[in-house]
């Protein structure tokens, strides 16, 4: 029996960052599930459930779940609806291919008034006669039964029908229930005559005494050829059980919860029987990873790309490996060596060898959420010294400098040391200028040149030099 856990949910809930409390949208399709539980706790959130394709026997713990709009609940075992009243805002119901017998337990949806598609193929109601008009009158608010849109007019003749209709359905339902009732009690006696004399439930399934002492006689032939060789054993055994699975499927039965649970564990026994069959035979030898003497191969079994990536600037070795997209990184197992990396993807190894020794513990990994790629980063454990340019300071353009080529290596201003007792007054180095005082311009008459030449005239209408 399959249970419902959290790690089953969480790993279903990839495409929401494994987050099950904010889960909106959960498949849990063809996983053998038994029983639904523990979700109306978990993840309240749920619109959308996919439960078909399981074992489960009837609809509960789904009640508490408000913001559900689809429920899906095709090929399971389920023979009534209810507990579907705290669904408030249900609005697709899927029941295909059930054993919905009980066709008046559609009245416990008449709740869920937002209830617009239901399906109800393949259920033993879906034989009964007036089954469409009976479901279109008990719930109004449908507006499309099995895939089938209802029209308005027959809306009105359900309802104009209903007391007829009713009637009929009750006739029908109540036989189905008594079919039901010798079919339980059929079981029952089946399993207390295999509980009695010991043999498989698998073998005495149907009750048939023909099948019985045809394995009975299988089995005693099986203890006196024990001392043949080994081949003939298998052979025989091969032969037995060719016998009992033709015997098996081709027996008539009929088609009821209990057949199909029983069909199902049947071959999930013979699944596990040549499982075993093949584990004691020949198995293959164990890939060699790391031989005897110390040498580390290169093994990929997983057959995935990858691109390992030699980051000089950082002194660190990257790897990235083209992961599945979809892949839950739960199966995903990273192992740093200082020599090799190796990664197991779903149970395969991939390994890879450095060209350097690495530092495990400051290694760290990352997937992508988008491609699903994983990122290794691995620092190498030698650093590597490299040189770095000095910063030169070029002198600006319009710089009075007269040695443009020569570059100061300090900022400071130096200053020369000076004796205060060698004081020196330099106020009266350069003498002041005398103030000319203003007033009226003065005419300064030059002075009559001396008349010491002999031949010199003084004539009076000659105005005299000037100096």
């Known amino acids: 029996m399959v249970r419902i856990t959290e790690s089953l949910i969480r790993q279903r809930a990839e495409h929401n960052n494994c987050e099950i409390f904010s889960l909106e949208e959960i ?79 559609v009245e416990s949806l008449k709740a869920n008034v937002h209830l617009e598609e239901l399906f109800l193929v393949g259920n033993p109601c879906y034989s009964f006669d007036s089954y469409r008009e009976f479901v279109i009158a008990v719930l109004p608010q449908l507006k499309w039964l099995d895939g089938k849109e209802i029209s308005r007019s027959e809306q009105i003749q359900a309802l104009q029908d209903f007391p007829k209709v009713q009637q009929c359905i009750l006739e029908q339902e109540a036989a189905y229930i008594l079919k039901r009732t010798k079919e339980k009690e059929f079981q029952n006696n089946a399993e207390k005559i295999n509980e009695e004399t010991g043999e498989s439930p698998v073998a005495n399934i149907f009750c048939n005494p023909d099948i019985n002492n045809a394995l009975l006689v299988q089995q005693q032939n099986t203890e006196k050829n024990q001392g043949n060789s080994g081949g003939n054993d298998e052979d025989l055994r091969e032969t037995d059980e060719d016998e009992m699975n033709s015997k098996f499927w081709q027996e008539p039965s009929y088609y009821t919860p209990e057949s199909r649970l029983e069909t199902h564990r049947y071959i999930e026994k013979m699944r596990k029987s040549k499982e075993k069959d093949k584990n004691h035979g020949i198995q293959k030898p164990q890939r060699t990873l790391i031989t005897s003497e110390g040498r580390v191969f290169n093994v990929n079994e997983p057959k995935i790309d990858f691109t390992l990536t030699d980051n000089e600037e950082n002194n660190q070795f990257i790897l990235d490996l083209a992961v599945y997209r979809y892949l839950d990184t739960s199966l995903l197992d990273i192992d740093v060596q200082p020599t090799y990396v190796r990664v197991m993807v779903k149970g395969k190894i991939f390994q890879l060898v450095l060209q350097e020794e690495v530092k495990p513990d400051s290694s760290s990994a990352k997937r992508s959420q988008t491609t699903g790629h994983l990122l290794l980063t691995m620092p190498k454990v030698q650093e590597v010294i490299t040189a770095k340019c000095k910063s030169k300071i070029t002198p600006r353009p319009n710089s009075t400098n007269p040695h443009p080529d020569i570059t100061r290596t300090t900022q400071s201003i130096e200053k020369l040391e000076v004796d205060p007792s060698k004081h020196v007054d330099i106020t009266n180095i350069v003498m002041a200028k005398q103030s000319v005082a203003q007033g009226p311009l003065k005419i300064h008459q030059s002075r009559a040149p001396e008349r010491n030449n002999i031949d010199f005239q003084d004539n009076l209408d000659v105005p005299p030099l000037l100096d």
């Open 27 to 105: 498949s849990l399709h063809q996983q053998e599930i038994e029983r639904i539980e523990h979700i109306d706790k978990w993840c309240r959130d749920l619109k959308i459930v996919y439960f078909q394709n399981n074992l489960i026997p009837k609809i509960e713990n789904v009640g508490r779940l408000k913001k559900l709009e689809y429920l899906n609940l095709a090929l399971n075992n389920i023979e009534r609806i209810e507990n579907l009243d705290g669904c408030e805002f249900l609005k697709k119901l899927d029941l295909t291919v059930n054993f919905v017998g009980e066709l008046t337990s």
